[in-house]
């Protein structure tokens, strides 16, 4: 049996998609019962949070553990707190773990991935069997860019000429299902990115290819991107860190092109183009010769 923590993040509800599409034995943990009844299929649901574990009883249930958690500064002692809550109960389930890619470098010290690492080496100093998925920037993080895209035609992002291997959630989600319902993936790590690698001037110019319109990327100075992402209602912490993910980024760091998702799930990862044309909506504005809505 499964159990999928984060099951309501942009990876983990595709991934429940995916199990239920397998007929795979999969439960959900949720903060509040209401959560589950928006889940895909009809999964088992959990209530509890990584830092209020399920009891001992229920954690041995399960054989597989899917671990992800949000953006946050507590995220390192949060997952600290489940994964000793596992051990506690006497159970050794196969736990794969969702992280950034460069989490791998003890050097890094990009914050999201430094809480990773750390998170990485409690689950070596415990012993459990764990499977790393090391994702390479989702293309859904393009979806901050919609307002000024919509509004300006612009891309703004201070990541120079630096290139990305975006990758679509569903590509992740669709590596982790496989990962939890075949034998043999303990004690691997996944890196897992889309097709390609892009720079921000290339994400430009695919916009501009999908929705006929003219797309330019400035590189925005950082001062300049500091105060856009606060005045969005990001956190200083959570500004700060993706700061420094895009001087990662402008440095080379999010280059690598992997076959992951071909060799792993059959499926050849999806292109940036297919995912940008599924998001029309949010990327286009209104057409001018539409009356303005009313009411």
Known sequence: MILVTGA???????????????????????????EAADLPGAPQ????????????????????????????????????????????AAHRPHIVKI?????QDPDNEVRFMVGHWQVAKHL???????TYLASSVYMESLVSAAETI???????????????????ASDVAAVAAEVLTSPGREDNTYVVTGPEALGYADVAARISAVFA??????????????????????????????????????????????STVADVTGADPRPIEE????????????????PPPTG
């Open 8 to 34: 309501t993040d942009r990876v983990g509800y595709r991934l429940m998609e995916a199990l239920a599409d397998a007929g795979a034995d999969t439960a959900a943990m949720v903060r509040v019962e209401a």
């Open 45 to 88: 649901h959990v209530v509890a949070s990584l830092d209020d574990p399920p009891p001992a009883e229920v954690l041995r249930r399960f054989d597989h553990i899917f671990l992800l958690s949000h953006v946050h500064e507590e995220q390192s002692a949060l997952e600290t707190v489940f994964i000793d809550a596992v051990v506690a």
């Open 99 to 103: 992280a950034p890619d460069g989490f």
């Open 124 to 130: 070596d100093a415990v012993g459990l069997p764990v």
């Open 150 to 168: 919509r509004e300006d035609g612009t891309v703004f992002a201070p990541a120079g000429r630096g290139r990305v291997s975006f990758v679509a």
């Open 213 to 258: 319109r003219q797309v330019d990327y400035v590189d925005q100075p950082a001062d300049d991107a500091r105060a856009m992402l606060l005045a969005s209602g990001i956190g200083q912490w959570e500004a700060d860190g993706l700061l420094e993910q895009f001087e990662w980024i402008r440095e080379g760091g999010a280059d690598s092109v992997t």
């Open 275 to 290: 995912w940008l044309a599924d998001r029309r909506a949010t990327f286009l504005a209104p057409p001018l010769d539409l």
